[in-house]
């Protein structure tokens, strides 16, 4: 499968699923699907790494497998694991038949060379994101969301993924994908990846747009939005974003609040409005106290 033609188709299919890109992402995105390489995509939270993977994903058709990282991650929730409480009963049906067997002259051991082999079947085995994207044999984009989240040691998981498209299993032995997905991975970068996964991947840096291109992407998602409100909403985020704040405002957060404005028929982003809505984009008192102040916003 051929995932794009070009970079300007690339601008073209994501805009028209509603996600707004510039040339070095439009670029990126159209190697990582024709060198079928994975890609990473790194930058501060909310700015549209994880969209980038859904936006992929709806333009094409494929389907979205995600591999949610999380600090704790292992093996058996990224990869696969054995359905453990079947493969316990498949053994318990065998010890009856093995009675039943012994009292007729059967061969115990026989059966019981075939409960072990039996266990280690298919029909034992539980996937996971990892082993199921690589398993299918549609279009796929495989999300390994937030990477940086997970321990060091997760990452030896991914290598042969990742380098190879493939995942061992001792007991039935490698499976190779037969159509490489679509991989994205992204990182906040709130630790640094290890260079052998880097290797692997495509790298994009992603940050929060300029103020142009963040009020064409607020009047995208919220048309209602009178474009004179919207460059003031942009205007306000962008100082919001230059505090020292716990937790800047997303581009998530900036049309969480357009459509905020829309509801309430706020017609002027004034002091008092911005005040009266500042919880839609601020999510922590420390926050909100800093920005009050720091706007000199009337109480």
């Not at 991914?158 to 001792?170: G, N, R």
């Amino acid at each position: 499968m051929s995932w794009f033609a070009s970079p300007a188709e690339v601008v073209e299919r994501l805009g028209a699923v509603g996600y707004l890109t510039d040339t070095a992402t439009a670029t990126t995105a159209f190697l990582a699907g024709a060198l079928e390489k994975p890609l990473l995509v790194e930058g501060p939270a909310g700015v549209g790494k994880t969209e980038l993977a859904k936006a992929v994903t709806a333009a094409t058709g494929a389907e979205l497998v995600r591999l949610q990282c999380y600090e704790g991650l292992d093996e058996a929730r990224a990869l696969y694991e054995w359905n453990y409480r079947k493969q316990l009963l498949r053994i318990q049906a065998t010890q009856v038949e093995r009675v039943d067997d012994a009292g007729h002259g059967g061969a115990v051991g026989d059966a019981w060379q075939q409960t072990h082999d039996d266990i280690f079947a298919e029909e034992f085995l539980l996937t996971r994101p990892l082993l199921s994207a690589i398993r299918r044999e549609e279009p796929t984009v495989l999300l390994i969301d937030e990477v940086d989240k997970t321990d060091v040691e997760v990452e030896g998981l991914l290598l042969e993924v990742l380098s190879d498209f493939q995942v061992t299993i001792p007991e039935l032995g490698t499976i190779t994908a037969t159509r490489r997905p679509f991989v994205v991975l992204t990182s906040n970068a709130t630790r640094e990846l290890s260079e052998a996964v880097k290797r692997r991947c495509l790298y994009l840096h992603l940050d929060y747009p300029d103020a142009d291109r963040e009020r064409e992407i607020v009047l995208s998602q919220v048309p209602a939005l009178e474009e004179r409100i919207a460059t003031q909403l942009v205007a306000t985020i962008g100082r919001l974003r230059e505090l020292e704040l716990k937790k800047a405002p997303s581009i998530a957060e900036s049309v969480d609040w357009a459509r905020t404005l829309v509801a309430l028929e706020i017609r002027e982003l004034d002091d008092k409005a911005v005040d009266d809505t500042l919880g839609v984009v601020l999510k922590h008192a420390s926050d909100h106290e800093r920005a009050v102040r720091e706007l000199r916003l009337r109480r």
